[in-house]
């Protein structure tokens, strides 16, 4: 799974990262402990081309009466997603990019949590893949996302049994939907080579914590 990650690329560069023209009210960065429910800035694709926005990390099926009426769904399943009726829709018509440094993932060491901290190899940001959609009851309205995940092979699987869906960006354009259909051979896990992880401090344990120091190596 992916429940907490990192990302300093700011907006701008962001925007142009994605040849997408950025919204107004996007998240602030850097932040090296994004947690659930916080708003996290998304490339997604509209009637005018791609948009860069913030959306809320915390997927809300459009029959949930409020945003805490069911499960937190942070995350959605590459094999399941197509029959899911939580994200099915999604799946097929509002698919969007999430760029982050990199992603903390946690084993254990007897009753203790020690996290990892996961990134790309080559230190370029890492694209992975997400779904969205807007939720309204009365008053209340919010947009929201999450992130498609695989069964994790190699050194990941040694940390844990699933990853999020790594895209290159020569797929960018085929995981939003501009270069037709086939994104679904998209959900499938990335080459050991591409990834490089090392062990960070247990402070980021805490989803209160902040600072660049949570994703410094130890040992």
């Given at each position: 799974m992916c429940g907490r990650f990192?990302?300093?690329l700011p907006p701008d560069a962001m925007a142009q990262l994605?040849?997408?023209v950025p919204a107004n009210d996007l998240a602030e960065v850097p932040n090296f402990n994004v947690c659930p429910t916080v708003q996290v800035n998304v490339c997604s694709l509209d009637e005018t081309g791609r948009r860069l926005r913030a959306m809320r990390w915390g997927f809300v099926p459009h029959w949930y009466k409020a945003p805490n009426d069911g499960p937190l769904l942070i995350n959605a399943r590459a094999e399941t997603i197509a029959e899911k009726p939580a994200f099915r829709a999604a799946a097929r018509e509002r698919r969007c990019l999430i760029a982050m440094?990199?992603?903390y993932e946690w084993d254990r060491a007897g009753d203790q949590k020690l996290p990892w901290f996961i990134h790309r190899r080559d230190r370029a940001p890492m694209v992975v893949a997400g779904i969205w959609q807007d939720w309204s009851r009365g008053d209340d309205a919010l947009t929201a996302c999450a992130i498609v995940t695989t069964e994790a092979e190699g050194?990941?699987?040694e940390i844990h049994n699933r990853i999020p869906v790594l895209l290159e960006p020569d797929d960018w354009g085929l995981w939003l939907g501009e270069d037709?259909?086939?994104a679904a051979?998209?959900?499938r896990a990335a080459p050991d080579e591409v990834y490089d992880m090392y062990r960070v401090g247990?402070?980021?344990n805490s989803n209160r914590a902040s600072g660049e120091g949570l994703v410094a190596p130890i040992g």
């Amino acid at each position: 799974m992916c429940g907490r990650f990192a990302v300093t690329l700011p907006p701008d560069a962001m925007a142009q990262l994605f040849k997408a023209v950025p919204a107004n009210d996007l998240a602030e960065v850097p932040n090296f402990n994004v947690c659930p429910t916080v708003q996290v800035n998304v490339c997604s694709l509209d009637e005018t081309g791609r948009r860069l926005r913030a959306m809320r990390w915390g997927f809300v099926p459009h029959w949930y009466k409020a945003p805490n009426d069911g499960p937190l769904l942070i995350n959605a399943r590459a094999e399941t997603i197509a029959e899911k009726p939580a994200f099915r829709a999604a799946a097929r018509e509002r698919r969007c990019l999430i760029a982050m440094d990199g992603f903390y993932e946690w084993d254990r060491a007897g009753d203790q949590k020690l996290p990892w901290f996961i990134h790309r190899r080559d230190r370029a940001p890492m694209v992975v893949a997400g779904i969205w959609q807007d939720w309204s009851r009365g008053d209340d309205a919010l947009t929201a996302c999450a992130i498609v995940t695989t069964e994790a092979e190699g050194q990941m699987a040694e940390i844990h049994n699933r990853i999020p869906v790594l895209l290159e960006p020569d797929d960018w354009g085929l995981w939003l939907g501009e270069d037709g259909k086939g994104a679904a051979r998209l959900m499938r896990a990335a080459p050991d080579e591409v990834y490089d992880m090392y062990r960070v401090g247990t402070e980021v344990n805490s989803n209160r914590a902040s600072g660049e120091g949570l994703v410094a190596p130890i040992g």
